[in-house]
């Protein structure tokens, strides 16, 4: 009897059991079901709403797949940003733009450099943002120059200026110079020992303290005759702490990227092509023979070694992607392309600096290239290390002081050849936005 009941309080568990396991596999065939349907209506809608943005506007552009758009290498960290971009601008060029997507955001490359310029100056009313994020009441770090629009760019924009004029940066040479020194010194030990050291951090450091302080104490900077404030009618309204912070934040990683890049790649290149450094470190001798050591005038007149940088920016422009976004409804100058408010604007610089048709042979270092007479051959929007019109970079001037410093700093005492450890040729890394060497440039560094 006991056996019996047994039995069949098994068969009655077995039952309730199977009833659980049905009726969870039909939720599960309905959920199943349910998400199927939603990854359909997805997927149409994608398709034929959001990815209809360029075809019914009649505008060129690759097709795009669900849901990334034309970003899957991006998104999925196989390209390097500026890289992916170069290799579309190869590929599509002889099209004056490209309509492309940026997981759901149309985005319009632009590849001829007339409408780079009417993008960046002709039609900057249209365009003067970037289109990127920006919270001051949460990121307060966010609300810099770089990132923030419409009138308050122009209003911090006109605060800055003045930062950033001849007779400032001439005054904070004395600054960079004796970071420059220390640099050399720091690596006199290495050159005694023929070592090999990487550059991308040893070629950093100085902000702009002392004129923020100004800013935020008087709400203009004073000019650099008379002591007097420059356009107080329009500057009149103190920086905040803030604000200061943010600004201070933006100049630190712009000086820290764009100059210790291209004092990186300026050394891997002339540590291939000896010839060159040979030449350039014969026009730094002679003119610091000649004005006894480095003075502002000196740097100045080191016509090669600008050349020698210029090279260095176009084939590795530190930001190679330029972005700007359509501030307002806008007919395309040129073009039958009807650009509404919101559509993404990217220009592919790293595209256009190696470009065979505008730099022949383009992966050679060249310093020639910048000849007056080449430089005078070429469009003036075909070569952009520092963006052009009203928003350019505002400290590419002090950029340049900064880098020809270290350059002279470090070409007057050592002579630089490449490490075994570097890559050659060069490949960037994926993970970072701007042009960086994966794996780093390993140089060896060896007294002149």
Same mark, same amino acid.
């Given at each position: 009897?006991?056996?019996?009941?047994?039995?069949?309080?098994?068969?009655?568990?077995?039952?309730?059991?199977?009833?659980?396991?049905?009726?969870?596999?039909?939720?599960?065939?309905?959920?199943?079901?349910?998400?199927?349907?939603?990854?359909?209506?997805?997927?149409?809608?994608?398709?034929?709403?959001?990815?209809?943005?360029?075809?019914? %506007? *009649? @505008?060129?552009?690759? +097709?795009?797949?669900? !849901?990334?758009? /034309?970003?899957?290498?991006?998104?999925? $960290? =196989?390209?390097?940003?500026?890289?992916?971009?170069?290799?579309?601008?190869?590929?599509?060029?002889?099209?004056?733009?490209?309509?492309?997507?940026?997981?759901?955001?149309?985005?319009?490359?632009?590849?001829?450099?007339?409408?780079?310029?009417?993008?960046?100056?002709?039609?900057?009313?249209?365009?003067?943002? %970037? *289109? @990127?994020?920006?919270? +001051?009441?949460?990121? !307060?770090?966010? /609300?810099?120059?770089?990132?923030?629009? $419409? =009138?308050?760019?122009?209003?911090?924009?006109?605060?800055?200026?003045?930062?950033?004029?001849?007779?400032?940066?001439?005054?904070?040479?004395?600054?960079?110079?004796?970071?420059?020194?220390?640099?050399?010194?720091?690596?006199?030990?290495?050159?005694?020992?023929?070592?090999?050291?990487?550059?991308?951090?040893?070629?950093?450091?100085?902000?702009?303290?002392?004129?923020?302080?100004?800013?935020?104490?008087?709400?203009?900077?004073?000019?650099?005759?008379?002591?007097?404030?420059?356009?107080?009618?329009?500057?009149?309204?103190?920086?905040?702490?803030?604000?200061?912070?943010?600004?201070?934040?933006?100049?630190?990683?712009?000086?820290?990227?764009?100059?210790?890049?291209?004092?990186?790649?300026?050394?891997?290149?002339?540590?291939?092509?000896?010839?060159?450094?040979?030449?350039?470190?014969?026009?730094?001798?002679?003119?610091?023979?000649?004005?006894?050591?480095?003075?502002?005038?000196?740097?100045?007149?080191?016509?090669?070694?600008?050349?020698?940088?210029?090279?260095?920016?176009?084939?590795?422009?530190?930001?190679?992607?330029?972005?700007?976004?359509?501030?307002?409804?806008?007919?395309?100058?040129?073009?039958?392309?009807?650009?509404?408010?919101?559509?993404?604007?990217?220009?592919?610089?790293?595209?256009?600096?190696?470009?065979?048709?505008?730099?022949?042979?383009?992966?050679?270092?060249?310093?020639?290239?910048?000849?007056?007479?080449?430089?005078?051959?070429?469009?003036?929007?075909?070569?952009?290390?520092?963006?052009?019109?009203?928003?350019?970079?505002?400290?590419?001037?002090?950029?340049?002081?900064?880098?020809?410093?270290?350059?002279?700093?470090?070409?007057?005492?050592?002579?630089?050849?490449?490490?075994?450890?570097?890559?050659?040729?060069?490949?960037?890394?994926?993970?970072?936005?701007?042009?960086?060497?994966?794996?780093?440039?390993?140089?060896?560094?060896?007294?002149?």
């Amino acid at each position: 009897m006991y056996q019996i009941q047994c039995h069949k309080q098994i068969n009655i568990q077995q039952s309730v059991i199977h009833k659980y396991v049905d009726a969870f596999a039909m939720v599960l065939v309905e959920l199943i079901g349910a998400f199927i349907i939603a990854l359909s209506i997805v997927y149409i809608y994608f398709k034929f709403v959001i990815f209809n943005f360029w075809r019914k %506007r *009649g @505008v060129f552009y690759i +097709e795009p797949v669900v !849901p990334t758009g /034309n970003i899957t290498d991006l998104v999925t $960290g =196989k390209a390097q940003i500026g890289v992916f971009f170069k290799d579309v601008y190869m590929k599509y060029k002889h099209h004056r733009v490209i309509g492309m997507y940026s997981l759901y955001k149309p985005v319009l490359l632009i590849n001829d450099p007339d409408l780079i310029r009417t993008v960046f100056t002709k039609e900057f009313e249209s365009f003067h943002d %970037r *289109g @990127v994020y920006c919270n +001051e009441k949460i990121d !307060p770090l966010s /609300n810099h120059l770089f990132f923030i629009s $419409g =009138k308050k760019w122009k209003n911090m924009r006109i605060k800055m200026t003045p930062t950033f004029t001849s007779a400032k940066i001439k005054q904070m040479f004395s600054l960079i110079k004796e970071c420059g020194d220390e640099l050399a010194n720091y690596l006199e030990s290495k050159a005694q020992m023929k070592d090999s050291v990487e550059m991308k951090d040893m070629a950093a450091r100085h902000d702009f303290l002392n004129l923020l302080i100004q800013l935020m104490e008087k709400g203009y900077i004073e000019s650099d005759d008379d002591k007097k404030a420059i356009n107080t009618s329009i500057t009149v309204n103190k920086l905040t702490m803030a604000e200061a912070a943010a600004q201070s934040y933006i100049f630190f990683i712009a000086g820290f990227e764009s100059v210790s890049t291209t004092v990186t790649f300026a050394l891997y290149e002339l540590a291939q092509h000896q010839d060159i450094q040979d030449k350039v470190c014969k026009e730094i001798d002679e003119i610091l023979a000649k004005h006894g050591g480095l003075t502002y005038d000196a740097m100045n007149e080191m016509t090669y070694l600008h050349k020698v940088m210029n090279e260095t920016l176009r084939k590795y422009p530190p930001i190679p992607l330029l972005v700007r976004i359509c501030t307002k409804d806008i007919d395309l100058p040129t073009t039958n392309i009807h650009l509404p408010k919101g559509t993404l604007i990217n220009i592919p610089l790293l595209g256009l600096h190696r470009d065979p048709s505008i730099y022949p042979d383009p992966d050679k270092f060249d310093p020639e290239r910048f000849n007056a007479d080449k430089v005078a051959e070429r469009h003036p929007y075909a070569y952009l290390p520092f963006g052009e019109g009203p928003r350019n970079c505002i400290g590419a001037r002090f950029g340049y002081m900064q880098t020809k410093v270290g350059l002279v700093s470090l070409l007057s005492k050592y002579n630089f050849k490449l490490h075994s450890r570097t890559q050659d040729p060069i490949i960037f890394n994926e993970k970072f936005p701007v042009l960086s060497a994966k794996g780093g440039v390993h140089l060896i560094i060896e007294p002149r």
